[in-house]
C-alpha cells in the first residue's frame, strides 16, 4: 500500500468506521481512540495489506479494539453507580435514544455485529471475515441479538 492508497482510506472509510466504533463503544472519545489506532495500525501493516482490502481490514481492527476496550471495562468496578432507569430527567422518548439504549443492553459481539450488518449493510460473509466467525454463526449471533433487540424494545416500558 502506497502513501496515497493510505491517504484515499482514512478520506473513503474514517467517518463509517468513526460510526462504528460510536456504536461499539458508547463513548466519543473510546471511538476517537480506536479509529486513530485502526489507522495506525493499517500504517503499521501497510506493506502487507492490499488496498482493495483495506476496509475490511480497518473493520476488523476496529471491532477487536471494541472487543478488547469492552473485556478491559468490564473488569473496571466502580463504587457508586446510579440505577439506569433507561429515561433521562427530561422524559425523553426519542427514537434514536430508545434504539441507543437497547443497542446498550447487547453485549458487545451482538452489538456489533448488528452494527455491521444493519448500519453499515456488510454481508455475512464480510461480517464473518471480520469477526473471526463463521457464517452460520455470524447468522445464529445476529438472530439472537435482534430477537434481544426486539424484546427490549416491545417492552411496556419501551414503547414510543
Not at 463513548?27 to 475490511?56: C, I, Y
Not at 434514536?96 to 459481539?109: G, P
Not at 464480510?126 to 463463521?134: F, R, Y
Request: with cysteine; hydrophobic share 35%.
Amino acid at each position: 500500500m502506497e502513501l496515497n492508497d493510505y491517504n484515499t482510506c482514512v478520506q473513503e472509510w474514517a467517518d463509517a468506521l468513526f460510526r462504528f466504533a460510536c456504536k461499539s463503544t458508547g463513548n466519543e472519545e473510546d471511538a476517537r481512540d480506536v479509529v486513530q489506532n485502526s489507522f495506525a495500525v493499517l500504517w503499521q501493516k501497510r506493506e502487507n495489506v492490499v488496498p482493495a482490502k483495506a476496509k475490511a481490514f480497518l473493520f476488523q481492527v476496529a471491532y477487536n479494539q471494541s472487543i478488547d476496550l469492552y473485556r478491559k471495562q468490564s473488569r473496571v468496578h466502580y463504587t457508586e453507580s446510579q440505577p439506569d432507569t433507561g429515561y433521562t430527567q427530561s422524559g425523553e422518548s426519542d427514537l434514536k435514544k430508545v434504539l441507543d439504549r437497547a443497542l446498550s443492553k447487547l453485549d458487545e459481539q451482538s452489538r456489533a455485529l448488528v452494527l455491521l450488518k444493519d448500519y453499515e449493510g456488510y454481508k455475512y460473509d464480510e461480517i464473518a471475515q471480520i469477526t473471526d466467525l463463521s457464517p452460520a454463526q455470524v447468522k445464529v449471533y445476529l438472530h439472537r441479538a435482534r430477537k434481544t433487540l426486539k424484546n427490549y424494545l416491545v417492552s411496556v416500558e419501551n414503547i414510543i
